[in-house]
């Protein structure tokens, strides 16, 4: 079964309005992952990880997709459902990306304010290469990787995505701030596996 799931980015959460805006997009339930950016690098993959393996099946192709720190996420993981990966503005490198918000901050999903730390912030630096895809140890081929940068992209620089990534990705340059105000124009990439998966039922 094709299915999707979403990341949500730094200082949002699962019940933001990427999720329910993809939903529309895709025509079905969007499983939208969670992880606590107030812990390290390590404990938020793994926690995503877990729940990928509590939410889909071996019967599943997943289309999981992020935005910023959720692409992030969405790039490092490694699960062999996962046939497309979608990321929106990505960060490649949030042990310096991230510095910008050291301190205090208030999430946009339910107003509550945190304190992000520099030792929080650094542990990325431990964050392997998401470009590599070790097939082998997955257990299943590269998927395919489509990444969108917005070229008014105010909170990260789009240009390194595009030099970090070039030759690993299909990478899509829109019209865009950092926060993807509509997915629609992006339709037909989102549910490209879906139509694969019914074009080879049919």
């Known amino acids: 079964m094709y299915r999707f799931a979403y990341i949500h980015g730094f200082n949002s959460g699962p019940d933001g309005r990427s999720g329910r805006l993809l939903s529309v997009v895709t025509g079905q339930a969007v499983v939208c992952l969670s992880y606590d950016y107030s812990q390290p690098f390590e404990g938020c993959l793994s926690a995503l990880k877990k729940q990928l393996n509590f939410y889909f099946g071996a019967s ?71 470009r590599r895809w070790n097939e082998s140890e997955v257990g299943a081929e590269t998927p395919r990787r489509d990444i969108y940068v917005g070229d008014r992209d105010e909170i990260l620089d789009s ?44």
Not at 84 to 94: F, K, L, R
Not at 97 to 116: C, M
Not at 170 to 183: F, K, M, T
């Open 60 to 130: 599943d192709r997943i289309c999981l997709m992020g935005s910023s720190l959720g692409g992030f996420y969405a790039l490092q993981l490694r699960h062999a459902a996962i046939s497309h990966v979608i990321a929106w503005n990505p960060g490649v490198n949030p042990a310096v990306q991230l510095e910008q918000f050291l301190g205090s901050n208030t999430r946009f999903t339910d107003g509550k304010r945190w304190i992000f730390t520099e030792s929080i912030c650094h542990s990325y630096a431990l964050a392997p290469d998401a």
């Open 159 to 202: 240009g390194l995505t595009l030099a970090y990534w070039r030759g690993f990705a299909d990478l899509h340059v829109i019209q865009s701030g950092h926060q993807i105000e509509d997915y629609a124009p992006m339709r037909e990439v989102i549910l490209s596996g879906l139509k694969q998966d019914d074009d080879a039922a049919s």
